[in-house]
């Protein structure tokens, strides 16, 4: 689909040598090389604390009204109209066009920079 | 308590980080877990690195986390070697040899040969949210319509077309995601030995490849394009190359004594 940016592929291509954030190395090395008798190994009570913040997506009435939010939180008249048009049908596009306008009347100041300055004109 | 790192006894408990051949395993001037020096224990053609552990209640820190990844490194760098998870202790040196590569040998030795002039890349994938939620609405004109009715309502009023929303958007972007991943796996996939995928949770793919020396270049490649066309919806990450953990495992249940 049409995108506003293309190219420029380093800031979406990020390598790092070695993991940074604990969690990082934790998935290096936790469980996850070669293990013999459990019986053995250090307990690592505690460890198992950090990594539990591992985000489960669990469909829930939190994910959803979370979705909503976002959703109705999008600018979507930052880039234009050219990708919807691409990927929406004619019925599809007259209620977007609707949503459009709501986007608009909405739309909160100091959001991001020409695009949105365009749209408010 | 005192730890005296010189000369530990032979009977201290001992710290395995993993397993290189004899004749590769580098020098390592390195403290490992517990503040322990690190040094190879020779057994035949096999030697696992390993550091001898104070006696008593342990409590592990960050920066055993840390050692025991920077020795596993540090050996990476200089040769093949099989990683060991964190936390495996035998009893004793001796220990290692009768219980750990002794009876393991042909497995280890086949280890060492299968990595042997490879690395592990961890890959992930995550979308730029509000690029893909944007896709979402544009996609489906229900998801638009409900946007659009839910903007005009306050919270009470809008609660069940919200839930309804928020749902049908959940499905999307989890279709997307899974289609998506699939995809950037396949592309990858080509360029590596083997692949351990992960639990994405709401990440688009989180997954560790096995890539041999002479193909890091084609991998590396290969995530340029992904990025370069999916760019701005797509971010990946990649470290490595690592010591191959995620690669090296011992059949389970043969272990038995």
Same mark, same amino acid.
């Given at each position: 689909?049409?995108?506003?940016?293309?190219?420029?592929?380093?800031?979406?291509?990020?390598?790092?040598?070695?993991?940074?954030?604990?969690?990082?190395?934790? &998935? @290096? $090395?936790?469980?996850?090389? =070669?293990? #013999? !008798? %459990?019986?053995?190994? +250090? &307990? @690592? $009570?505690?460890?198992?604390? =950090?990594? #539990? !913040? %591992?985000?489960?997506? +669990?469909?829930?009435?939190?994910?959803?009204?979370?979705?909503?939010? %976002?959703?109705?939180?999008?600018?979507?008249?930052?880039?234009?109209?050219?990708?919807?048009?691409?990927?929406?049908?004619?019925?599809?596009?007259?209620?977007?066009?609707?949503?459009?306008?709501?986007?608009?009347?909405?739309?909160?100041?100091?959001?991001?920079?020409?695009?949105?300055?365009?749209?408010?004109? | 308590?005192?730890?005296?790192?010189?000369?530990?006894?032979?009977?201290?408990?001992?710290?395995?980080?993993?397993?290189?051949?004899?004749?590769?395993?580098?020098?390592?001037?390195?403290?490992?877990?517990?503040?322990?020096?690190?040094?190879?224990?020779?057994?035949?053609?096999?030697?696992?690195?390993?550091?001898?552990?104070?006696?008593?209640?342990?409590?592990?820190?960050?920066?055993?986390?840390?050692?025991?990844?920077?020795?596993?490194?540090?050996?990476?760098?200089?040769?093949?070697?099989?990683?060991?998870?964190?936390?495996?202790?035998?009893?004793?040196?001796?220990?290692?040899?009768?219980?750990?590569?002794?009876?393991?040998?042909?497995?280890?030795?086949?280890?060492?040969?299968?990595?042997?002039?490879?690395?592990?890349?961890?890959?992930?994938?995550?979308?730029?949210?509000?690029?893909?939620?944007?896709?979402?609405?544009?996609?489906?004109?229900?998801?638009?319509?409900?946007?659009?009715?839910?903007?005009?309502?306050?919270?009470?009023?809008?609660?069940?077309?919200?839930?309804?929303?928020?749902?049908?958007?959940?499905?999307?972007?989890?279709?997307?995601?899974?289609?998506?991943?699939?995809?950037?796996?396949?592309?990858?996939?080509?360029?590596?030995?083997?692949?351990?995928?992960?639990?994405?949770?709401?990440?688009?793919?989180?997954?560790?490849?096995?890539?041999?020396?002479?193909?890091?270049?084609?991998?590396?490649?290969?995530?340029?394009?992904?990025?370069?066309?999916?760019?701005?919806?797509?971010?990946?990450?990649?470290?490595?190359?690592?010591?191959?953990?995620?690669?090296?495992?011992?059949?389970?249940?043969?272990?038995?004594?």
């Amino acid at each position: 689909m049409a995108v506003a940016q293309r190219g420029t592929a380093n800031n979406y291509l990020q390598r790092a040598p070695s993991p940074s954030g604990l969690a990082d190395v934790l &998935s @290096v $090395i936790l469980d996850k090389g =070669i293990v #013999i !008798d %459990a019986f053995v190994r +250090i &307990s @690592v $009570i505690g460890i198992e604390l =950090i990594t #539990i !913040d %591992a985000r489960i997506v +669990i469909a829930s009435v939190d994910t959803y009204l979370r979705f909503a939010e %976002a959703v109705n939180r999008l600018d979507l008249t930052e880039t234009g109209g050219a990708g919807i048009q691409d990927l929406a049908g004619d019925g599809a596009k007259s209620k977007t066009q609707g949503a459009l306008e709501g986007a608009k009347e909405k739309l909160t100041p100091g959001n991001k920079d020409k695009e949105s300055e365009k749209s408010k004109s | 308590m005192t730890t005296s790192p010189t000369k530990a006894p032979a009977t201290a408990a001992t710290y395995v980080y993993g397993v290189m051949a004899a004749g590769s395993i580098p020098a390592i001037d390195l403290d490992g877990v517990a503040g322990a020096r690190v040094h190879p224990f020779v057994d035949g053609h096999l030697a696992a690195i390993v550091s001898s552990l104070p006696s008593g209640e342990l409590r592990m820190r960050r920066s055993d986390l840390v050692n025991h990844l920077r020795v596993l490194e540090h050996a990476f760098a200089e040769a093949t070697v099989v990683p060991c998870a964190f936390g495996m202790v035998l009893m004793s040196e001796e220990a290692v040899r009768d219980e750990f590569l002794e009876p393991r040998r042909e497995e280890l030795v086949a280890l060492l040969q299968r990595l042997d002039g490879h690395g592990q890349l961890n890959v992930r994938v995550t979308y730029d949210q509000d690029v893909v939620l944007q896709e979402v609405v544009e996609a489906d004109p229900m998801i638009a319509h409900l946007r659009e009715q839910t903007r005009a309502l306050d919270e009470e009023a809008g609660y069940s077309l919200r839930m309804q929303l928020g749902e049908r958007v959940a499905t999307a972007l989890q279709y997307a995601r899974e289609h998506d991943g699939e995809v950037i796996l396949e592309r990858l996939e080509k360029h590596a030995a083997d692949v351990a995928l992960e639990e994405p949770g709401e990440d688009v793919l989180k997954a560790s490849f096995l890539v041999a020396d002479q193909k890091s270049e084609d991998f590396d490649r290969e995530l340029e394009r992904i990025a370069e066309e999916q760019a701005p919806r797509l971010r990946l990450d990649v470290v490595g190359p690592l010591p191959p953990a995620a690669f090296a495992t011992l059949e389970q249940g043969a272990w038995d004594s």
